[in-house]
């Protein structure tokens, strides 16, 4: 597959992309019945959006800060202190850019400090090669509603290997993602065993494959390999012109997208305030 041409204005798209996945999420938990789990939204600018959830103060990625940039240095002392009213650590995820130097400057006087990378990863919306097509994996599209929508959570936060009895909104949150617009909810099945789960978002021309997961007992089978190419063949068909994902570099999920034609676009920072 073919990587297009990163600009500026295809960045803010992917940033655009992903940032809206991640709030929609959000929402979704915060609006399950008195909000068990404490979500609270902001937006600091057009661009800056941060979210929390103070009932699950260790779940470090519901602490999120995205699109910050150079411009948005003076921001970051409002960002930490709503959080530190809160008690909560935020994590921050930036995208390259050029004149780093006053961000991270901020950052520091803040109490951050640089805690890791996530690769964004691309490609040309194009079909992929159909050699998971004699695999034993099955993959089907979950229905909005339904036991196999509670299917979907289970087996996605299981692979997360989140606790059912501890995150019961997580579970009812997930659930209706079937539900959203434009967004499909996948169930990678062995021998009628539910074993993978994952999603795809399309949208502003973008198949954005997002949040597969395996539970421990279904790995090295061939799901994630299955669920991705299912949804690369349904974003092609749904009119995506890019691919687009992310992940944390060395791990096999990494390696299962590049092995599926995916390469790097760009590595993000994770800034965290400790």
């Known amino acids: 597959m073919s990587v297009p041409l990163l600009t500026e204005g295809m960045r803010a798209r992917i940033e655009n992309c992903s940032q809206a996945f991640h709030t929609r999420w959000l929402e979704l938990l915060r609006d399950q019945p008195g909000n068990p789990s404490g979500v609270e939204i902001r ?3 057009d661009e800056v959006v941060a979210t929390s959830a103070t009932k699950c103060p260790d779940v470090q990625w519901l602490q999120h800060v995205s699109r910050l940039s150079p411009a948005d240095a003076a921001l970051v002392p409002k960002v930490a202190a709503w959080y530190h009213a809160k008690m909560l650590r935020p994590r921050f995820e930036i995208a390259p850019c050029s004149d780093f130097e ?6 520091v006087d803040v109490g951050a400090r ?4 996530i690769d964004v990863l691309w490609s040309r919306a194009t079909p992929p090669d159909d050699n998971d097509r004699a695999s034993a994996v099955t993959v089907r599209v979950i229905e909005p509603g339904g036991q196999d929508a509670q299917q979907f959570a289970r087996v996605l936060l299981g692979g997360y290997e989140v606790p059912d009895d501890t995150f019961t909104a997580h579970w009812a949150a997930v659930a209706l993602w079937p539900a959203e617009p434009e967004w499909s909810c996948y169930l990678a099945e062995v021998d009628g065993e539910s074993l993978g789960a994952a999603a795809l978002i399309v949208t502003d021309g973008i198949g954005y494959l997002a949040n597969a997961a395996t539970l421990p007992a279904g790995r ?5 390999q299955a ?3 299912r949804r690369m063949r349904d974003a ?8 687009l994902t992310m992940a944390i570099p060395g791990l096999v999920s ?3 997208l590049e092995r599926a034609g995916l390469g790097v676009a760009y590595t ?4 965290t305030v400790t």
Request: a positive charge; aromatic letters at 12%.
């Open 102 to 107: 006053p961000l991270s400057a901020a950052l």
């Open 254 to 256: 990494h390696r299962n």
């Open 114 to 117: 640089h805690t890791g990378f």
């Open 268 to 271: 993000k920072a994770v800034w």
């Open 227 to 229: 669920l991705i190419h």
């Open 220 to 224: 090295q089978q061939g799901c994630q």
């Open 43 to 45: 937006r600091f600018s």
């Open 236 to 243: 092609v068909a749904a009119g995506c012109e890019l691919f």
